[in-house]
């Protein structure tokens, strides 16, 4: 399933194999999206709901959904621990320093005023604003969050975004007859969302 699909048609590959290639793909793709946050994990977790939608087997919607979302929990997760490591550490790290890159000044005060005012509320929300997840996690590192505490607001942020990216799959998969139809429609809606916050920077 999932990522075999997106390459090979899926009346050419058994179910059964796509599957077994498909998940274990889907979640290191997420794991490692969420560690390097280059990788567009939105646009595979709905063209891997786009191929469940089209498929026979029960459950395969609940699997996209139980894999990315643990994916992505992991990915925050470790990421954050690598954080709190480069916080502690006198020449900090790599990692602290990619969190730092990838959070604007800007942005990262935002984050730093809503996070003191409404806390945990604003983690679970920065999964679901395009490019808001950073600057959130980089605001909880500087306040010197512990790991429990950010993983409790994390874990409902995960499974909010799998939810509405995969709710974007479902979409694409119900209005096209052939899956790899409804996979190029979602990658170029998640990509344009992904998109917009560049673009309204650069206007400013």
């Not at 793709?29 to 709905?46: D, K, Y």
Request: with cysteine; aromatic share 6%; hydrophobic share 55%.
């Amino acid at each position: 399933m999932l990522a075999a699909s997106a390459v090979t048609p899926a009346s050419l590959v058994p179910e059964s194999t796509q599957q077994a290639i498909g998940y274990p793909t889907l979640f290191l793709l997420v794991l490692a999206g969420a560690l390097v946050p280059v990788i567009p994990t939105g646009a595979l977790v709905s063209s891997a709901a786009v191929v469940a939608v089209h498929q026979t087997t029960p459950f395969s919607l609940a699997m996209v959904f139980v894999t990315a979302s643990l994916a992505a929990f992991l990915g925050d997760a470790a990421l954050y621990w690598l954080g709190r490591r480069g916080l502690k550490s006198k020449n900090g790290s790599r990692w602290l320093e990619a969190i730092r890159s990838r959070a604007p000044e800007d942005r990262l005060e935002q984050a730093q005023e809503k996070l003191a005012a409404h806390g945990v509320a604003v983690l679970v929300l920065s999964r679901l604003v395009p490019a808001g997840r950073i600057p959130v996690m980089l605001a909880c590192l500087l306040a010197e969050w512990p790991m429990r505490r950010f993983s409790r607001g994390n874990l409902p942020a995960c499974l909010a975004w799998a939810v509405t990216y995969q709710l974007i799959g479902i979409l694409g998969g119900s209005l096209f007859a052939e899956p790899w139809e409804g996979v190029v429609a979602v990658i170029g809606l998640t990509l344009l969302i992904s998109a917009v916050p560049s673009v309204v920077r650069r206007m400013r």
